[in-house]
Structures are given as structure tokens and as C-alpha cells.
């Protein structure tokens, strides 16, 4: 039962017992009756108005808890005069004052985190209680569809609360940090995908640069007197007038053949050092494919490689720096080539819609445990190998700012893809 019911039933209770008491008891005195009677009815009037009094203030808390059980912070109640009342608005009405703006600044602050999360540079994955992805942003959502594999071979088996650094695809490189926080008293977990391949690249260049010209220096200061010496040694010809001396003369010539070798490959190494900005201008890709692979034909022909072209009749201008893509094209149709050991096809396309070239190669494809170290300074698969082309051909496009990647898809599928944009 209602408290407002139980007051309503005592003040009924009261005044009939009243009524039927003075009935009795005063029944032989009208005048007293009389005045008892009035006495009860000011009695009645006076109870309904302290009533009044007293059930609206728990009126105005029904009502107030009614609008916070809505969320509806937007009631306010009016002052009735009555100060016990009007405390309990006052409190009432700044309560609601200030949940008002603990909203509003929570739904600011959500919308500025939520904007945040969608715009930022940074992959970031929101997982639920169960560890599936419940918000991704879109960063995240392209590097994910990059490399579907990323989340399930790399992040889950991360401990919270560490780091790692991931290189993808032998080119791109991203931190990724695995780490938690609290929702309604449980643990979440948040992933963070920050991509720092310009950053790995330029601290990569900085540091093979610096050993380049120290070996450089120092090979060249080593080479050039000593091949001084002997060519002005093998010039004496009364020092090689016996034939006991020929095999000398012979070890000579080599070694200074071999000084010669050392030299280029020195070079090899300082010409990724000095790629210089790209001096771009209209060049018809088309024409420079089919110009680099007749130069290319004699190397291809030896290991019967044939080529193919699936290339637009017409030209196909783009901006670029005719040399330094010339060069990129010759190593990575070189590489191709290599990989075929004996007897196959390269194949270029150009997909004008898409903006695209390929250069597919029927060879033995890139081995999965290479993947992580392709276009890496100084590696090679090869025996005699320097680790340089796909490095310099890496520098190159990426001079150019032209998205690429090197992908084995399947036996005999090889692609080098370079978005023309």
C-alpha cells in the first residue's frame, strides 16, 4: 500500500471515530454537538491541506525520478512559496543542471574521440568481450584488407601491454601495440597499427649510405695506387725479358682485372647512394617497356624467355623521370629473368583503367620466408648476389611516389605491380 493511501485511510479512520464519538457523547447537548461537529470539519480541512503539503514534495521526486529514469534532463520543476518544497526544487533543478552538462560534455568529448578514431594517420581495432573486432577505423580497414592475414597470424597471439614491429610483403613496415581498458568493470582490448615504413626506410638509407662511402673511400684509396703500381710495373718491359717471369706478368694482369672488378662493384653500390630527384616529365611508358625489353632480348633469349605484351596500341603518357624508370625496368625484367631457370615467359600489362602495370614472370616465385625481406639493402636469394637491384628499384619508385609491391600468387605467377599514379 501506497503511503499517500495509508495517510488518506488514517485521517478517514480518525475522523469517523471522532464523528461517532461526539455523536454519543454529546448527543444530549446540541450545542456542544453542534461546535464538535465544526471542530472535525476544520480538523478535515486542515489534514487535506497539510496533505497537500506534505505529498508534494514525493510528487516532485516521483516525477523527478521518472525524467532521470528517461534521461530527460531538460525538466526543471517552478518555486511554490513553501520553503521545505522549494529546497528540494532547488536541489532538484541544479542536479539536473549539472547531469545536463556532464551529458553534453560526454557526448562533445565522444564525438570528438569517435572523429578522432576515424580520421586518425593510426590503424586502430576495438575488440569485444569475445576478441572480435567490434569498431576498426579506416586505416585499419585497408591495411586488414592489405594483408587479411595480419590480425590472426600476428596481433592475437601478442601479449597485452607489448609492441612489435611487422614488415609486410618485404616493403611495408607498421608498429603494432596491443593494449587495454576498462568497460563497466571488464577488460577490452585496443589495437593500434602505426605505419612507419617511410621512417624504417630513411633510417635504412641513412645507415647503408654511410657504410657505402666509407667502403667506397676506402677501397678506392686502396685500388687506385696499388693498380698505379703494377700498370707502371707491367709498362718496364726490361723487367719481362726472361719467360720465368711471364707467370709473374700473368698474376699481374689478373690482379689488375680483379682491382678493376672491385671497382664496379663499388660503383654498384655508390650508384644507390647518388639516385637524385626525379626529374619528371611526359614519358609513353609503352614505348620505354618494349625499348628496355628489346635491350633485354640477348640476356632472355640465353635462358629462352620469351616476352609478351598485353600493352595499349596507343601511348600511354605518365610523369616520370625517363632514366630512372628505364633503370628500375631493367633490374626488376633482370630479376625476372633470373628466376626463371630455364625456358618461360614475361608478360607485361598495362591496365589503363586501373593505372596499373604488371610484370608477371612464369619463375620458381618468392619463397614465403623471403617475403619479410624483400627490397631489404644488401639481401639477395642469389649466389653471387649484392642485395642492391630491388633496393634501387625501390628508391626509384619510390622517388617517383609510385605505389608498388612483388607478390608470388600461385606456381608460375610472379607479379611486380606499379600503380602509375
Excluded at 53 to 79: C, E, H
Excluded at 81 to 101: H, P, Q, S
Excluded at 351 to 367: F, H, P, Q, R, Y
Excluded at 378 to 403: A, P, Y
Amino acid at each position: 500500500m501506497k503511503l499517500k493511501t495509508k495517510y488518506i485511510l488514517f485521517l478517514v479512520i480518525l475522523h469517523l471515530i471522532c464523528l461517532v464519538m461526539s455523536f454519543f457523547i454529546f448527543q444530549d447537548n446540541k450545542v456542544v454537538f453542534m461546535l464538535t461537529e465544526v471542530f472535525i470539519i476544520i480538523s478535515v480541512l486542515i489534514s487535506l491541506n497539510l496533505y497537500k503539503q506534505l505529498i508534494l514534495p514525493l510528487t516532485y521526486l516521483r516525477q523527478g525520478i521518472s525524467a532521470i529514469k528517461d534521461q530527460d534532463f531538460n525538466v526543471k520543476f517552478l518555486f511554490t512559496g513553501k520553503k521545505e518544497v522549494d529546497e528540494l526544487v532547488d536541489v532538484y533543478n541544479r542536479m539536473i543542471d549539472e547531469l545536463r552538462k556532464e551529458r553534453t560534455r560526454q557526448q562533445e568529448q565522444h564525438f570528438f574521440l569517435e572523429k578522432l578514431i576515424q580520421t586518425s594517420p593510426t590503424g586502430i581495432i576495438v575488440l569485444d568481450f569475445d576478441g572480435q573486432i567490434k569498431q576498426i577505423n579506416p586505416k585499419a580497414t585497408a591495411v586488414l584488407q592489405v594483408n587479411p592475414g595480419l590480425l590472426s597470424n600476428h596481433i592475437q597471439d601478442m601479449d597485452t601491454g607489448t609492441a612489435r614491429t611487422i614488415r609486410m610483403d618485404g616493403l611495408h613496415t607498421f608498429k603494432i601495440q596491443k593494449s587495454r581498458f576498462m568497460d563497466r568493470g571488464f577488460e577490452r582490448i585496443f589495437v593500434m597499427m602505426e605505419e612507419v615504413t617511410a621512417e624504417i626506410f630513411e633510417a635504412e638509407k641513412n645507415v647503408y649510405s654511410k657504410v657505402i662511402r666509407m667502403m667506397a673511400h676506402e677501397v678506392n684509396n686502396t685500388v687506385g695506387p696499388v693498380n698505379s703500381i703494377m700498370n707502371t710495373a707491367l709498362a718496364q718491359q726490361h723487367l719481362w725479358l726472361n719467360e720465368a717471369d711471364d707467370q709473374l706478368k700473368s698474376a699481374l694482369k689478373i690482379a689488375v682485372d680483379r682491382n678493376q672488378n672491385l671497382n664496379m662493384f663499388m660503383r654498384n653500390f655508390a650508384d644507390l647512394v647518388k639516385i637524385p630527384m626525379a626529374k619528371k616529365a611526359q614519358i609513353d611508358i609503352v614505348g620505354l617497356l618494349k625499348s628496355v625489353s628489346e635491350l633485354m632480348f640477348f640476356q632472355a633469349n640465353e635462358k629462352q624467355v620469351s616476352f609478351k605484351f598485353n600493352l595499349p596500341d596507343q601511348p600511354y603518357l605518365i610523369m616520370a623521370d625517363v632514366e630512372q624508370m628505364e633503370q628500375a625496368l631493367i633490374n626488376i625484367i633482370k630479376n625476372a629473368i633470373e628466376a626463371i631457370e630455364n625456358g618461360g615467359f614475361i608478360l607485361f600489362t598495362i591496365d589503363v583503367n586501373k593505372k596499373i602495370l604488371e610484370i608477371t614472370d612464369s619463375g620458381k616465385g618468392v619463397a614465403k620466408e623471403n617475403i619479410g625481406q624483400l627490397f631489404s639493402p644488401f639481401f639477395s636469394t642469389k649466389k653471387d648476389g649484392q642485395g642492391i637491384g630491388l633496393t634501387l628499384v625501390r628508391e626509384i619508385l619510390l622517388n617517383h611516389g609510385f605505389e608498388f609491391s612483388l607478390k608470388t600468387f600461385g606456381e608460375k605467377d610472379t607479379r611486380f605491380t606499379i600503380r602509375l599514379m
